[in-house]
């Protein structure tokens, strides 16, 4: 066993460890874990934990059942609460073939994928994700509700409210972990939060995002409330994104910028991720339900543009020190598999450098009607899930950056999610037509 493996068996030893979850997702970015005692874990660093790979969704076909998980040691961390029980070791794992070659369903080893092309061509690349979320009430029989009794709004401190206590329990329990948590607040709509991470290489950032989302979870259910990552659970106010600060740089300096300008990479990268939008919303906005976010008046992107001066469109150019200047994607939500959405979005900047795309024009800082955004030459982002399969099917990127594999396992996932959807009746049908017809 090389030194880093039996360096990690020791600190599980010294920790008290007598359990280690190993942690991956499947392509919906649901977590899944399988759960060995410690003194297991030189065999399992030695990627000798076989699953049944076919009880995960995108690992269907029983010859693709038999597959390991590969602990990655980098991303050993012991749970909190210490000193408690056993502690638990949670550890982050790529999905493998016997032969030990990247299994084409793993979502982590299709984000290594693009990295690693990143890296060819001299771009290391970081993410700061912003993900905000609802916290709501439980009814007696314990169901998750979308009530809250919180009034407050934007940055406003609402004592009392379980929301808050989530929240700031939540954080904690993240900054005990090693969580890079730069920020967290209370956003517009009541019940609405956000925590926000500082920049990291993009793989850790999506391992951790992952993480996040259990923990907040598992802490709002401790508090006997329900913490949701949907992306609009109610009609009429601010749906919950997942916006994406991505910094570019080359030999430890800022690629995307000229002092505070954009560089001839930063705008080619910005093109980029406007060229290929339709195509990779289908990932960066998974669910049926993600398309009742992106509809005019909540802050949510609609139109295909970039800005340096307002805050809410696709793409905005975030002034900064020169060597902070970078682009924030804000069409993403948090119901998005972070391994995936990071690698088409990254997939789509690369591929704007390398084929020199010209940068469209600013947006005005506001776009109100869709005539103007027309006259503009402002695309729209798909309007429902239906129109994003399309529009990722028809963008051979993504079969890209996501594997042959992988794209037809999503796309299969999603359209049988679309038709399912299409063929229910509604309750807004029968409120709106019932009487009328
Ligand atoms: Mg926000």
């Known amino acids: 066993m090389d030194t880093d493996r039996r360096d990690l068996v020791d600190r599980a030893r010294e920790a008290g460890v007598q359990l280690v979850r190993l942690q991956f997702t499947d392509i919906l970015g649901v977590v899944k874990n399988v759960v060995i005692p410690a003194h297991a874990l030189a065999d399992a660093l030695a990627g000798h934990v076989l699953f049944d790979g076919s009880a995960v969704l995108g690992f269907v076909r029983s010859e693709e059942a038999d597959v390991y998980l590969l602990p990655d040691p980098d991303t050993f961390r012991v749970d909190p609460p210490a000193g408690a029980d056993p502690p638990v070791a949670r550890m982050v794992c790529d999905i493998v073939n016997p032969d030990a070659s990247p299994f084409p369903g793993c979502p982590r080893s299709a984000l290594k994928r693009v990295l690693a092309e990143a890296r060819a061509m001299g771009f290391c690349i970081d993410v700061a994700p912003e993900i905000e979320f609802f916290v709501f009430e439980r009814d007696r029989a314990g169901r998750a509700t979308v009530r809250t009794e919180d009034q407050a709004g934007y940055f406003d401190l609402a004592p009392g409210d ?13 900054l005990a972990m090693g969580f890079p948590v730069a920020a967290s607040h209370h956003e517009v709509a009541p019940g609405q939060h956000e925590i926000d991470l500082a920049p990291v290489d993009a793989l850790q950032a999506a391992d951790l995002l992952v993480t996040l989302r259990v923990v907040v979870r598992e802490v709002a259910r401790r508090h006997h409330a329900h913490a949701t990552f949907l992306p609009k659970p109610v009609t009429g106010i601010n749906g919950s994104g997942l916006h994406l600060h991505q910094h570019v740089w080359v030999n430890g300096q800022n690629a995307l910028a000229d002092g505070t300008e954009l560089s001839a990479i930063g ?3 910005l093109a980029g991720l406007l060229q290929h939008a339709p195509g990779y919303t289908a990932v960066t906005n998974p669910l049926v339900n993600s398309y009742k976010r992106l509809v005019p008046g909540y802050e949510a992107p609609i139109y295909v543009g970039w800005s340096d001066a307002s805050r809410s469109p696709l793409v905005r150019v975030v002034s900064a020190p020169p060597d902070r ?7 993403p939500d948090p119901a998005a598999n972070p ?3 990071w690698a088409v979005t990254i997939r789509a900047g690369l591929d704007g450098v390398a084929r020199r795309l010209g940068l469209p024009k600013a947006q005005p800082r506001h776009v109100p009607a869709a005539a103007d955004a027309e006259r503009l030459g402002l695309g729209r982002l798909p309007d429902s899930l239906a129109s994003a399969l399309d529009a990722f099917r028809r ?3 993504m079969r890209d950056a996501l594997g042959e594999h992988m794209a037809e396992r999503f796309l299969e996932a999603k359209r049988i999610e679309w038709s399912v959807y299409a063929a229910e009746v509604h309750a807004w049908e029968i409120d709106q037509y019932l009487n009328v017809y």
């Open 162 to 174: 379980v929301g808050e206590d989530v929240r700031r329990a939540a954080v904690l329990e993240l």
């Open 267 to 269: 705008r080619q990268y």
């Open 325 to 331: 200047v970078h682009l924030e994607l804000r069409s």
């Open 339 to 341: 391994y995936l959405a």
């Open 395 to 397: 963008d051979s990127l």
